[in-house]
């Protein structure tokens, strides 16, 4: 079993906090002033700890991808696990560990893991994020769907229920709710550079929809979404979109992602924008 566990810290402070350590004061009307450079200071960034790995997906850059795109635009540090390499009945070995979600302000699943049966497995790692924020991407959603009884408790925490997807194609996403934090500034449509469609069977009803793709005629389905998942409403950010690094890459998707980031883990004001001292430096 290989396990690899890297830590990124992309965030650093500006040479202003500095400055304001020790009482350089700036008069210009557009520089930031020492309080608010103090108070950025004592915000700590974001925990996030990202699990991927399985079949089907360029795992080793997606990894690299979406750590370097959110703190390009977010205070977030992060813990990495990759593991399983290309297949798709693995147990990542860090669902083993007792309370493995403690130190975690949000956990980001980009998962391709189908074939795991375990149904024991599979349930206490959905009922871990009763009390943890997540954030779901890809195929996230197609991992531990082979469990008889406990794929129904990860797909009650998706707030989704899917089992397969349509034909490569650019996607064509959307927006459904542009009053929404999340849905804020991302376009009212975007077609991806390139696409897979996932076919969603149920939308459960903890979830609200905010964007459906479409990749032909015959293929429309909710593609991004929000959920509130156990008794004390967990929040989970979803997205099927993600298949390709072309897309994965783009600014839009990027921006999408870092607020679904930011939703879940409550660090995303009303306007869409990061909460204070939570933008990237």
Not at 140 to 154: D, V
């Amino acid at each position: 079993m290989n396990f690899i566990c890297s830590r990124i810290s992309l965030a650093k402070f500006l040479p202003l906090s500095l400055l304001a350590a020790v009482g350089v004061a700036l008069s210009t009307p557009e520089s930031k002033t020492i309080a608010d450079e103090k108070e950025k200071a004592v915000v700590k960034p974001l925990r996030a700890l990202l699990i991927t790995g399985g079949c089907c997906h360029d795992y080793e850059k997606q990894k690299v991808i979406i750590p370097g795109g959110v703190s390009a635009r977010a205070k977030v540090d992060w813990t990495i696990v990759h593991e399983g390499g290309s297949s798709r009945d693995h147990k990542v070995s860090i669902y083993a560990n007792e309370d493995w979600t403690k130190g975690y302000d949000v956990i980001v699943h980009n998962e391709c893991f189908g074939g795991v049966k375990d149904d024991a497995f599979v349930e206490a790692l959905a009922k871990a994020h009763e009390t943890t924020p997540a954030v779901v991407l890809h195929c996230s959603m197609h991992s531990y769907r082979a469990a008889p009884q406990g794929a129904n408790e990860w797909r009650k925490f998706l707030g989704v229920t899917s089992t397969n997807h349509g034909a490569h194609a650019p996607i064509l996403m959307k927006n459904l709710k542009p009053d929404h934090p999340v849905m804020k500034g991302f376009p009212i449509e975007w077609k991806t550079p390139k696409g897979e469609l996932y076919r969603i069977k149920k939308l459960w009803e903890t979830a609200t929809p905010l964007a459906e793709g479409t990749a032909s005629p015959k293929e429309k389905h909710i593609c991004v979404w929000v959920n509130e998942y156990g008794a004390k409403k967990s929040r989970v950010f979803g997205t099927t979109i993600g298949h390709h690094n072309e897309t994965m890459l783009e600014d839009t998707y990027l921006d999408l992602v870092t607020r679904g980031l930011l939703w879940a883990a409550g660090k995303l004001n009303d306007e869409g924008k990061p909460a204070a001292g939570y933008g990237a430096e």
